[in-house]
């Protein structure tokens, strides 16, 4: 079991605080770039569905009103 003096305490109470801030001040950048990418995620998702409706629409109108989801081939080559 190593002694250390009272200097050598502080001195790594120092270095441990400051190494914890800075982990804190990375992992709020890192929390803040995944609420970015989950959001990005969740705007192309809704963007892709939306796409996805209107082609549907247009077919159902403009091509065959009998047109179903359950037509397209679940593997497309």
Do not use: G, W
Request: net charge negative; no cysteine; hydrophobic share 35%.
């Amino acid at each position: 079991m190593s002694v250390f003096t009272k200097e050598e305490l502080e001195s790594l109470l120092v270095k441990t605080t400051q190494e914890n801030e800075d982990l804190r001040e990375e992992n709020q950048k890192l929390l803040l770039d995944a609420t970015e990418r989950v959001k990005k995620a969740n705007d192309m998702a809704e963007d892709y569905h939306r796409m996805f409706d209107e082609l549907f629409n247009v077919i159902k109108t403009q091509y065959d009103a009998e047109f179903k989801v359950e037509d397209i081939p679940k593997h497309l080559s």
